[in-house]
């Protein structure tokens, strides 16, 4: 599996996108980049997910670079709600089916 | 519809004591998956059912830790003789198949303390 890295921590201001990148130089061909995030006490939910294309869903938009080797999660209006960890995860979705959580980065949004 | 439950919502236990952790998963989710959340770490893969087997137990820390699925549904984490270290939220999601385990369903957890 291809390690993310992540900034530790990232504020951002209410109503404002907010960008958060990953580094993923190491994945490979057949490995997916996901997006969780995981909300103050509960458990972590999926946000979106690709390969090599760009992807947007309701929640979020997720931009892959040409080279895979970095993407970027776009929420377009953050709100207070959106304060979160969020966890970028390269997998294979093939033959694996756990994922592997890094220490992700923690967003504070602010009014 | 219902999400991934899962009972109890908080459990304290003795040091040495059994405890059974239960999860409920979405209806009709083939796959089901365990993970545990030590505080302020990142989650930790136990195991995962497709169907009622585990094809893969590898992610259980010790055999104090067993899981079993019976009829496709209901997931039951076992922990025995608990020790301190045990102490955790235990987190279980679920997902449509293991194809799909890119989006899984996961439920609110159980913290596990252990006194």
């Known amino acids: 599996d291809a390690k993310t890295t992540q900034p530790t921590s990232m504020d951002c201001a209410e109503g404002r996108a907010a960008n958060l990148p990953c580094n993923h130089s190491t994945i490979s061909g057949n490995e997916y980049v996901y997006w969780y995030r995981q909300i103050h006490s509960q458990g972590p939910q999926y946000i979106i997910h690709?390969?090599?294309n760009n992807e947007t869903n309701e929640m979020a938009s997720l931009i892959i670079t040409e080279d895979r080797k970095s993407s970027t999660l776009i929420l377009p209006h953050a709100t207070l709600r959106d304060t979160a960890v969020y966890y970028c995860?390269?997998?294979?979705?093939?033959?694996?089916?756990?994922?592997?959580f890094g220490a992700g980065t923690t967003v504070t949004v602010r009014a | 519809g219902a999400g991934v439950s899962q009972s109890p919502s908080n459990k304290v236990t003795e040091k040495g004591k059994d405890v059974e952790l239960r999860c409920d998963p979405i209806?009709?989710?083939?796959?089901l998956y365990w993970y545990r959340q030590s505080l302020g770490q990142g989650l930790e893969f136990l195991i995962y059912?497709?169907?009622?087997?585990?094809?893969?137990k590898s992610g259980l820390p010790s055999d104090r830790f067993s899981a079993e699925r019976t009829g496709g549904s209901v997931s039951t984490l076992t922990i025995q003789r608990t020790q301190q270290e045990d102490s955790a939220v235990y987190l279980c999601?679920?997902?449509?198949?293991?194809?799909?385990?890119?989006?899984?369903?996961f439920g609110p957890g159980t913290r596990l303390t252990v006194t």
């Open positions: 059912f497709q169907g009622n087997s585990a094809p893969d």
């Open positions: 209806s009709g989710h083939t796959a």
């Open positions: 690709g390969l090599k």
């Open positions: 995860i390269a997998e294979g979705n093939d033959n694996d089916y756990k994922l592997s």
């Open positions: 999601a679920s997902s449509f198949s293991w194809t799909l385990s890119y989006e899984q369903y």
